[in-house]
């Protein structure tokens, strides 16, 4: 089979019938082997039912249905798990990603090499509010990522080897940043395709203004996670390291001043007087506190049976 189409939908009847009718005439006209995946999200609409209907006529059709509201990026990774597809392609139900672009996504996947190719709406059909923060949100993870070629991360329309999809997880709100966790998977061909965006037609957009908030978090843990995964103690213990330099630091200056009072007969000098002992006091329990935390880490990681886990790019 040539293309699996995953296609993740929450509450999306109208749009589903118009959507399958496009994807089944480019294949056709292309003559591609494919499937389609609806993942319903746990959709609380007709949704289920029009699938089924689709079903129906068409063998190519399959999906799966949460029992509940789980969120995009579930509903990506189980239909990721489903494909069988050489090439694997995901779309947005809502029509706003056009399946005409599918057969150049195809051709640059199997002919170019590419290992994830990206869409770019370089010219979108949503509101201001969303453009702009939208347009923020790509330059940080532009530069946290490293993928220095990519201008729209959370485009919903790409296209991936099969290995790609099967090697990774998607979890969380996650799907913003699937280009970023090919790359830490070991994929580095990662490329871009202007496509055609539309105005929603259907139906209301699923994510409101919290996705920027959640989407900085997400990043700084994926940052963290691709830097700091599988060695915790290198960050946490350096941090204690310095805690710990800084509270001796301080000890001496306690030590110093006390001596040195001492010496000149002011016997009314406390070291609680000093703020040198406040900061002692802090910077040891936060250096004990940094070191705990980094054998913790150390632990957990121990157990994670991704620890061994390597992207082999050649073997003899
Ligand atoms: N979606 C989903 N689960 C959710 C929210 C959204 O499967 O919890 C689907 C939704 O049906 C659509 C896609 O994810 O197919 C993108 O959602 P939406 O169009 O609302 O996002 P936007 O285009 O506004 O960024
Ligand atoms: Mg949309």
Known sequence: MQISVVIPLYNEEESLPELTAWIERVMQEHGFTYEIIFVNDGSTDGSQQVIRDLAANNPAIHSIAFARNYGKSPALNEG???????VVITMDADLQDSPDEIPELYRMITEDGYDLVSGWK??????????????LFNATARRVSGIKNLHDFNCGLKAYRRAVVK???VYGDMHRYIPYLAKNAGYKKIGEKVVHHQARKYGTTKFGLDRFVNGYLDLATLWFQSKFGIKPM???GLLGSLMFAIGFLAVLAVLILKIVSICSQHYHFYVTNSVYFYLALAAMIMGLQFFLTGFVGELITRNSPERNNYLIAEQF
Do not use: C, N, V, W
């Open 122 to 135: 370089q010219k979108r059909y949503d509101p201001l509010s969303k453009t702009i923060p939208t347009k």
């Open 167 to 169: 090697h990774i997880e």
């Open 80 to 86: 990721f798990k489903m494909a069988q597809g050489e």
């Open 234 to 236: 290198h960050i946490f």
